[in-house]
């Protein structure tokens, strides 16, 4: 069993930063790529950032500049810095990661709780 804990939403100004955790705890035999989604009000759940276990990152466009994606593989965490905040960044942000299953030698995605990030004008 593995458990995803986020950490870290609220309500900022536009302009203002948070910055989001995600920590797995559990039996984690290997952490393979780790990422952000997000979902706003009736629309469909979009791929914010992505960082891969040799440290890669994609960005999704409407991002690029503003977040930044990072992790510690000691602690099997990951987090998303959001700078700049604009109200059209208001959503759910919900972290998945890629976990590495020995047994069924496959690898199986896990997600976390969701956390509401909201940017008022």
């Known amino acids: 069993q593995v458990q995803l804990v986020e950490s870290g939403g609220g309500l900022v100004q536009a302009g203002g930063s948070l910055k989001l955790s995600c920590a797995a705890s559990g039996s984690i035999a290997s952490v393979n790529n780790m990422g952000w989604n997000r979902q706003a009000p009736g629309k469909q759940r979009e791929l914010v950032a992505t960082?891969?276990?040799?440290?890669?990152?994609n960005y999704a466009d409407s991002v690029k500049g503003r977040f930044t994606i990072s992790r510690d593989n000691a602690e099997n965490t990951v987090y998303l810095q959001m700078n700049s905040l604009k109200p059209e960044d208001t959503a759910v942000y919900y972290c998945i990661i890629g976990f590495w299953d020995p047994v069924l030698r496959r690898v199986y995605n896990g997600w976390g709780q969701g956390t509401q990030v909201t940017v008022s004008s």
């Open positions: 960082i891969n276990s040799g440290g890669s990152t």
